[in-house]
């Protein structure tokens, strides 16, 4: 395409009152090679528009910059329609409202930003969007509990085709098992039934949704919009295709003979609230080991749970479930007597109005407590009790104990994906097998695009929370089949329609962009050669930061763009005394934390350059030995809090600059220049205010080392 | 794909609806998000960090902001309430009254206005702990960029001192409320919540003195947008806290207050624990309990806030606070439980955790039915609720909440459910 | 002290459920009531505790605590608890326990649980006047000017409820005893500065002057309606030694409506029935079931109402020559007073003894506490 570049400055919001107007212009025209540049101060106004868009119908501009406010701001009247390409710089949050007006640093800092910018326009190209052949939009769940069901029965009745798989024989999980489930609904006092068979017939009856039980998954391959799936059934195996995937394979009870400091195995009457469970809904009724009704019940909770020895985290179900269980014997013996031994007692939200209840009868008694031991002597079992509600140390006897324990995510130790995946045939577990990322913000995204997490798989949840979940995860696997057959990035950025390229010719075989990639998107070929997967990738440019011989590409974000950035601002020569730091930024989080600091008229220091970058991950080695080698005295990677709360849109972006600093370091003794140079900063997007002080410091430190030798060179 | 496309109707612009909003949208959805203050957020932007990760809310809600400027399938109302819900699933049709924003189009937010505006109003942004001009841009985050004029305190034309300071004619104190009718397959409602007021506590003595402060206070205090720039400093005399009593269940769990617990109160607090020790590793903190309810993981979270040395949980209610008048410190008394006597302890400040109200108890409201307590129903008939209207909820489980309403509501196009 | 293995005992829960303790377990132990109490002492402080043991069944510990009697009832607890366990209530309901479970014989205690034992409880004392009757040989009605002697002789009536009441004094007295040593066995010997007789003379003036009771915030009537009883009650009794005194010393009876002790009795008669009627009315008033009263609570507040009534219309009857009818009042007046001074031990009449020894108790362990 012939490029027609119109550069358009805007001088109102005081920009006009900082910055010499006429001499950007001049740039403008001369270094940029605008065929046309306008100025106004008023350039959002109507008549602004107006003069651009007229630029566009009548002069054929079709490559637009422009250079006023950030680009966060007035994105809905800068729009000039999907054929013309668009840049804004921000003259104001990051030039004119934060630096000296009229001031020739500031000066110098708006032109270069107008190269750059300019530059950028000239360099990027017109997306085509990755749309492979022989998409599906059918969605695989892999369980049948109750949050699978919901996800088959809510995507099929949107008229999306469900593959359903089952490990067991029926389908249901362990909801199956439940005699009644507690309250979900005010006023939260009788026990409910739980409507599993219901929603079981509802998935059945369904033309939409297939169903394979006693069935495992034995293996995925291909990516999102044509997963291709082999089934392992007791008969043979079956072949599926899938555009996306839930992961709703559970949870299993923790192994109770691992907690021999709470008796199991010691007295048959020492059972677990699972086995209590079964044993209500057998309608054998509550019974001890030889048959008899038991009169004293006693239910531990955070048997396993909240215990660094077992399992670190709370299962958040099993108070609740006590307290249900405890109604469950209490309506079987009026006259028998119930203990729970809390540590603390969690029924949050409406939950509470089922305590209120539940703990409102006669023979049902509670105390906060940490269990020391139960004792067994003969049929009669001791729980001994300290630091309780009715002092330090208590015993109680009972003749059936029952231990609550927790909520295991059945991938911690089971496989259940079987992915064809070069790097590894799982789902990433964060942490105790559950799997997710970003589970704030975005709670069933995981490591894998295109494979969602839901239920018990990626949390402790209750049969109403995994059934929400269910029909959440529902929703996130159609749209990514959607995105996908749009040819689209799914999350974080939404809509995308890049994809990263590979020159093949130039490839080494070094795999690190397979290693480097956070998602997976590439496995290899039987001759060890990366092969892509652009349907898997979350387009953060990370392999493109990563392949040394700079053979990886998106249409509008690569390495040529960058480094003609970074050609294009000025670099001072030695006599002029001023330093010049080159930024990379992330474009998520550091830089709008770069747009409040403006918005507050924060001053910082006017030698710095900034290139936002989809992600900081994406810098290749290769721009920072350019920029060094072109006389750069400094360079700074500003990225996202990366760690166990890593805050990293692509988790390890920020992360891998410190695994790559070998190859950094290995670059500046090459060029002789001091480790100091390259400093990597974990910013915030809330913390702007620590900004100027970074800059300032980080200039200091520089100017004290002495400026490049490559200067000038 | 073959998923029929409709329009929808978002109602909340926190965290819940922009979530629902923008992932209907996504499937090419066209949706209008209402909300009924200057700029989407809602209760988030004004966190501190979040839970457990300690990372800051802008940071997700830039994300959203992100995908939102990327889509013209969603139109924003802000400043705008429901008035009225008629039709059915499929074919709703919801009548808006936008009130006036005073500050048109025009707007480029270059900060003109305020500098030349004479009047202030506390901040409600802050809960009052700062204050603004009369025409503000409510926060750095704000979406849409653009100010607004509280004409509560704007003293209106006869000033006018705003409009000579507007070189873009962006300033139009005639404005006048309007009405829209929106057409809609489905109605997500996401109104939130509102901190209890801590008034209602007598016993407390909340109002009383100005070194007790609320949870939502404290966010405010460790952001560093906030009034004190991030530094945790008492009220009575911008001294930097040594000391901080934590008060959890203040309304919440109370028969005479909010009979249910609001579930995010114990991790919050933990959670301010951690702004307190992280601007001053010396601090002397107490958390005063009931039961701590930290859920599932947030365990780990429990875990590594209790290794911090002088933070100390009491098992008891804090019934009783009073103000020493010489020193303004705080008294907090409760019974320490599990020592079996009562614990009277002197502080810098102390912090209600007030509990999660949904933001229309107590109103007539068109937009569903409500529980005793003020909450909605998850929802029917092509209405369905969200969020801490629906019941109290972590940032987590509100997006996941979102991300089903969403399915739910596109199987009302054409009025099927 | 305590045991440790517990043994909840679910008839003792469920009968504190039944005497208006029933909202005890709605407790969750956020201790907010030991705190709003002004008369709470701050080591081990009370009710919350006390819910817990009831919650737990746990009778042995509960029915020495001296805690519940140091409780004055102004409400604070239930008035501020978060979850409507009214603390207040269950206390009362426990005094009522205590009292049931320490008095000899524990037959009689039992009878003032139910209404269904009515008829025994009046009974006994109408077999027992018709027997004195019998006995003195007055089994009809005199004819003549009234003068109830005519019917029961001062002798008669002297020797007869004398006894009685010295043997009711007795049973009391083994009662409190008890009491006093399941405290010091389970609460520990008092060790404090204050000796036992110090502690009593401080106790008797804080009873008299009601000053506990004036520290509870929220109930003023109480305060008032209680102290009018009381005194009135004092000086009913003090106008009744007086008259046995002239009576056997000076045989001068009755008395002229001048006399000075007369005018006392009446001036006692009056504040009674005020302070009584008060109580009836705020009991009535009252919202709550507990506040309202048990058959505890009220067949004592009736049998008081009905010592008053049946007195003011025997004096009255006598003065105006009422007849036969004066001497049916008569005797029913006098199984009223039956049944207030020989039953006593058993019925809520007692608890001015347990709550004076568990305050000296309180005194004598440093639990009383002194609002500043």
Redesign the interface.
């Given at each position: 395409m012939d490029k027609k570049l119109g550069i358009y400055l805007c001088s109102g919001c005081h920009i006009g009152e900082c910055l010499d107007m006429q001499a950007l212009e001049k740039a403008a025209l001369g270094e940029c090679k605008a065929a046309v540049c306008k100025k106004h101060e008023f350039l959002c106004g109507r008549e602004g528009l107006e003069l651009i868009n007229n630029d566009i119908k009548s002069e054929g501009v079709n490559t637009v910059v422009i250079g006023a406010c950030s680009p966060r701001v007035n994105f809905d009247l800068f729009r000039f329609g999907d054929q013309v390409i668009l840049e804004r710089v921000n003259l104001r949050e990051h030039v004119a409202w934060c630096h000296k007006p009229n001031d020739e640093d500031t000066q110098m800092l708006a032109e270069d930003y107008l190269r750059m910018g300019a530059i950028k326009a000239v360099k990027i190209n017109f997306p085509e969007p990755y749309i492979a052949e022989g998409l599906t939009s059918k969605i695989l769940i892999i369980g049948g509990g109750v949050s699978g069901l919901t996800s088959a029965f809510s995507a099929a009745s949107l008229g999306t085709e469900v593959v359903l798989v089952e490990k067991q024989a029926e389908l249901g999980g362990w909801v199956k098992n439940m005699h009644r489930q507690y309250p979900k609904a005010p006023p939260h006092a009788a026990l409910e039934p739980t409507g599993l068979p219901e929603l079981i017939d509802q998935v059945k009856k369904n033309s939409k949704i297939t169903v394979y039980t006693s069935s495992t998954i034995e293996k995925i391959s291909g990516e999102p919009g044509r997963f291709e799936i082999t089934i392992k059934k007791a008969d043979g195996t079956a072949v599926e295709k899938a555009a996306s995937i839930i992961v709703a394979t559970g949870w299993k009870p923790y192994d109770a003979k691992k907690l021999e400091h709470l008796s199991f195995g010691k007295h048959p009457n020492i059972i677990t609230n699972v086995m209590m469970e079964e044993m209500v809904s057998s309608g054998r009724g509550i019974k001890t080991a030889d048959g008899q009704r038991p009169k004293r019940i006693a239910f531990i909770q955070c048997a396993g749970s909240r215990d660094p020895n077992h399992l670190p985290y709370c299962s958040s179900v099993c108070c609740n479930v006590s307290l249900k269980q405890a109604m469950y014997c209490r309506e079987q013996d009026p006259d028998s007597l119930v203990f729970v031994f809390y540590k603390d007692l969690r029924t949050p939200g409406h939950h509470e109005d089922f305590y209120r209840h539940a703990q409102n009868d006669a023979g049902t008694f509670l105390t906060k407590c940490e269990i020391t031991n139960i004792d067994v002597k003969g049929n009669t079992l001791v729980v001994n009790a300290a630091d309780t509600l009715l002092g330090k140390e208590i015993s109680v006897e009972a003749d059936l104990v029952v231990l609550a324990t927790g909520m295991v995510p059945t991938a911690l130790d089971e496989k259940v994906l079987h992915l064809a995946y070069r790097k590894g045939d799982e789902l990433p577990q964060l942490k105790y097998g559950f799997t997710d990322s970003h589970f704030i913000c975005f709670p069933y995204e995981t490591e894998r695009t295109g494979i969602y997490a839901s239920g018990c798989a990626r949390a402790p949840l209750d049969t109403d929370a995994a059934r929400s979940d269910g029909t959440g995860a529902a929703m996130k696997a159609i749209q990514c089949a959607d995105l996908i057959s749009r040819g689209m990035a799914t999350l974080p950025r939404f809509g995308d329609n890049t994809y990263p390229e590979m020159y093949m010719q130039r490839c080494t075989d070094c795999k690190r962009c397979t290693e480097e990639c956070p998602f997976g998107a590439y496995d290899e070929t039987a001759k060890g050669t990366p092969l892509p997967n652009p349907a898997r990738c979350r387009r953060c440019g990370i392999c493109m930061g990563s392949c040394p011989e700079r053979i990886i590409s998106f249409k509008n974000y690569n390495i040529e763009i960058l480094s003609s950035m970074i050609k294009n601002f000025s670099v001072p020569d030695e006599f002029e005394e001023k330093p010049r730091i080159l930024a990379f930024m992330c474009e998520n989080d550091a830089y709008p934390a770069m747009d409040m600091a403006g918005l507050r008229h924060i001053e910082y220091n006017p030698h710095v350059r900034i290139i936002p970058v989809r992600c900081i991950g994406s810098v290749n080695n290769v721009l920072i030995a350019d920029a060094l080698s072109g006389g750069v005295d400094g360079i700074l990677l500003i990225g996202c809090k990366h760690g166990d709360d890593y805050q990293c849109h692509f988790i390890r972006g920020s992360e891998l600059i410190g695994k790559r600093e070998g190859n950094l370091q290995e670059t500046l003794q090459r060029l002789a220049l001091e480790p100091e140079r390259i400093k990597a900063v974990q910013l915030s997007i809330n913390e702007y205010d620590r900004l100027p002080k970074l800059f300032s410091e980080y200039v200091e430190e520089i100017t004290e080392m002495g400026f490049n030798p490559f200067k000038g060179m | 794909?073959?998923?029929k496309k409709g329009e929808f109707v978002v109602v909340g612009g926190g965290i819940s609806g922009i979530a629902a909003a923008v992932?209907i949208a996504?499937?090419?959805n066209k949706v209008t998000l209402i909300e009924k203050e200057a700029s989407l957020g809602g209760r988030v932007s004004k966190m501190?960090l979040?839970f457990?990760?300690?990372?800051?809310p802008?940071?997700?809600l830039?994300?959203?902001?992100?995908?939102i400027?990327?889509?013209?399938n969603i139109q924003i109302m802000t400043l705008s309430e429901v008035a009225n819900i008629s039709g059915t699933p499929g074919n709703f049709t919801v009548t808006v009254r936008q009130s006036p924003r005073y500050v048109n189009a025009?707007c480029?937010?270059?900060n003109d206005c305020v500098s030349a505006c004479p009047v202030e109003r506390p901040s409600d942004f802050d809960y009052s702990l700062s204050k603004t001009k009369a025409v503000y841009?409510p926060h750095?985050?704000s979406f849409p960029?653009r100010y607004v004029i509280d004409d509560k305190t704007c003293p209106g034309a006869e000033c006018g001192k705003c409009i000579l300071a507007c070189?873009?004619d962006a300033i139009d104190l005639g404005m006048k409320a309007e009405s829209v009718e929106l057409k809609a397959d489905a109605v997500i409602v996401a109104t939130g919540w509102k901190p209890y007021d801590a008034q209602k506590l007598t016993?407390l003595n909340y109002g009383k003195m100005s070194n007790l402060i609320t949870n939502v206070m404290m966010e405010r205090l460790a952001?560093?947008?906030g009034p004190t720039?991030?530094e945790i400093l008492r009220p009575s005399d911008n001294k930097k806290v040594e000391r901080v009593a934590f008060v959890q269940?203040a309304g919440s769990?109370?028969?005479?207050?909010l009979?249910?617990?609001?579930?995010v109160c114990c991790t919050a607090s933990l959670k301010q624990v951690s702004y307190v020790k992280e601007f001053n590793k010396e601090a002397q903190v107490s958390v005063f309990y009931?039961?701590?309810?930290?859920?599932?993981?947030?365990?780990?979270f429990l875990?590594k806030i209790k290794q911090h040395d002088g933070l100390k949980f009491v098992?008891?209610?804090?019934?009783?606070i009073t103000e020493d008048p010489d020193t303004k410190d705080v008294w907090v008394?409760?019974?320490d439980?599990?020592s079996?006597?009562?614990h009277r302890e002197r502080f810098d400040m102390a912090v209600l955790a007030t509990g999660i109200e949904p933001s229309l108890s107590g109103e007539k409201t068109c937009l569903g039915e409500q529980?005793?307590?003020g909450?909605f129903?998850?929802g029917k008939d092509g209405i369905f609720h969200i969020g801490c209207c629906h019941?109290?909820?972590?940032?987590?489980?509100c997006?996941?909440?979102?991300?089903?309403a969403?399915?739910?509501a596109?199987?009302c196009v054409g009025g099927r459910? | 002290m305590k045991q440790s293995t517990l043994n909840p005992d679910i008839v003792f829960i469920r009968d504190v459920i039944r005497s208006g303790g029933d909202s005890v377990k709605k407790c969750y132990q956020c201790a907010t009531c030991s705190v709003v109490c002004n008369n709470s002492p701050d080591e081990n402080p009370f009710p919350r505790k006390e819910m817990i043991w009831t919650q737990w069944g746990l009778k042995d510990r509960l029915v020495n605590d001296p805690d519940i009697w140091l409780c004055h009832q102004c409400d604070d607890c239930s008035v501020y608890c978060p979850r409507e366990a009214k603390p207040m209530e269950v206390l009362a309901a426990l005094r009522k326990m205590t009292i049931a479970h320490h008095a000899v014989p524990g037959f009689f205690a039992k009878m003032f649980k139910s209404a269904g034992y009515l008829p025994i409880l009046f009974g006994i004392p109408v077999v027992f006047l018709l027997f004195v009757l019998f006995v003195s040989g007055h089994l009809n009605i005199p004819d003549g000017e009234v003068l109830y002697s005519k019917m029961f002789s001062h002798m008669a009536i002297n020797i007869s409820f004398t006894a009685m009441f010295f043997l009711a004094c007795g049973m009391a007295f083994i009662g409190g005893k008890n009491f006093w040593n399941g405290m010091k066995a389970d609460f520990g010997e008092p060790k404090g500065e204050t000796s036992f007789i110090g502690a009593c003379i401080k106790v008797s003036k804080q009873i008299m002057l009601h000053s506990k009771f004036k520290e509870c915030d929220a109930n003023k009537s109480r305060f008032t309606s209680h102290l009018l009883v009381f005194w009135g009650f004092i000086g009913l009794l003090v106008v009744t030694a007086l008259a046995v005194v002239s009576i056997v010393l000076y045989h001068y009876y009755p008395l002229p409506q001048t006399n000075l002790i007369k005018i006392l009795g009446n001036v006692s008669a009056i504040a009674f029935f005020v302070g009584l009627t008060i109580m009836m009315l705020n009991r009535l008033s009252s919202k709550t079931s507990q506040s309202r009263g048990t058959f505890f609570d009220w067949v004592f507040l009736l049998d008081l109402y009905g010592v008053v009534l049946t007195g003011i219309a025997v004096e009255y009857l006598r003065v105006f020559n009422g007849g036969a009818i004066a001497y049916i009042m008569y005797f029913i007046h006098l199984v009223f007073v039956f049944f207030l001074l020989v039953y006593f031990p058993y019925s809520k009449f007692i608890h001015f003894a347990y709550r004076f020894l568990a305050m000296v108790y309180a005194v004598m362990t440093g639990r009383e506490v002194v609002r500043t």
């Open positions: - | 794909m073959n998923i992932e996504e499937f090419g501190s979040y457990p990760k300690l990372c800051p802008y940071c997700g830039e994300i959203y902001f992100k995908r400027r990327s889509n013209p025009k480029t937010g270059c841009l750095e985050l960029y070189k873009y016993n952001a560093p947008n720039k991030g269940c769990r109370d028969e005479n207050h009979p249910y617990c609001s579930a009931i039961d701590l309810r930290v859920m599932g993981r947030n365990e780990d875990t098992k008891g209610k804090v019934a009783r008394e409760a019974e439980i599990l079996g006597a009562k529980d005793k307590y909450f129903g998850s019941t109290p909820s972590d940032v987590s489980a997006v996941k909440l979102a991300n089903g969403v399915l739910k596109m199987q459910a | -």
